[in-house]
């Protein structure tokens, strides 16, 4: 079946440490994405990339990193310098200005 | 640029119509609706490209007033399973890809 794929669902982190949540996606999308939501909040951007090798910071690109080496992966490492990461993670791809497939989400708590 | 919706919350009964609104400050290329319930990665709904286009999907309706640089999204007859949150997402012209979200409107159906 096609469709996205994030692991893991959830991930506990101490502080000062850097994590990285995984994205895949089968459906031979061009353009990933990834965003954050806090509860009772929207979705807010932090990272897009349109084509393999590119990406472009999102609104709150402080403290993510993010790289796009295949077409078909877009992994999201949350730094350190993230002071308050604990949230619900959302990957995200599509076709060229088309609706957004959703991955299941990587909830990710800071102890 | 974060689209502006409204209402925040809605309650509804059973078979009640409502309305969801969505601004923006920007000339808009499209708008996306989305339903997320929670915990869940929000699913899509409809997809709106500029030109006063409006979509149905069983009771659920939009519209988009590229000119007003807003979108409605009408749910009539609302089901039990209409319960959740609804997110505007918006992308300005050019050749972006990107979709920034509104904060949300959080519609309860009660029986």
């Known amino acids: 079946d096609g469709g996205i794929t994030q692991s893991p669902k959830y991930l506990f982190r101490k502080e000062g440490q850097n994590v990285t949540l995984s994205c895949e996606q089968n459906?031979?999308?061009?353009?990933m994405y990834w965003y954050r939501q806090d509860p009772g909040q929207g979705l807010r951007l932090i990272y897009y990339?349109?084509?393999?090798?590119?990406?472009q910071k999102g609104d709150i690109a402080e403290g993510y990193s993010v790289s796009r080496e295949k077409k078909e992966s877009f992994p999201l490492t949350v730094t350190s310098a993230q002071k308050n990461p604990t949230a619900f993670y959302l990957c995200?791809?599509?076709?060229?200005?088309?609706?957004?497939?959703f991955g299941e989400g990587s909830r990710l708590t800071v102890l | 640029q974060q689209p502006v919706q409204s209402p925040q919350a809605v309650i509804l009964r059973e078979g009640e119509d409502a309305v969801i609104n969505c601004s923006s400050s920007?000339?808009?290329?499209?708008v996306h609706w989305y339903r997320q319930k929670h915990g869940e990665a929000p699913v899509f709904l409809m997809i709106?490209?500029?030109?006063?286009e409006q979509k149905g999907h069983e009771k659920i309706s939009a519209s988009f007033n590229e000119k007003k640089q807003q979108s409605s999204l009408y749910l009539t007859a609302s089901q039990l399973s209409y319960s959740g949150t609804y997110f505007c997402?918006?992308?300005?012209?050019?050749?972006?890809?990107?979709?920034?979200f509104g904060t949300g409107t959080l519609l309860a159906v009660q029986p």
């Open positions: 709106l490209l500029k030109g006063g």
């Open positions: 920007k000339a808009l290329y499209s």
């Open positions: 459906l031979n999308h061009d353009a």
């Open positions: 997402g918006t992308e300005m012209g050019g050749a972006t890809n990107k979709l920034i």
């Open positions: 990339s349109q084509i393999v090798n590119d990406f």
């Open positions: 995200a791809s599509s076709r060229y200005r088309e609706r957004l497939f």
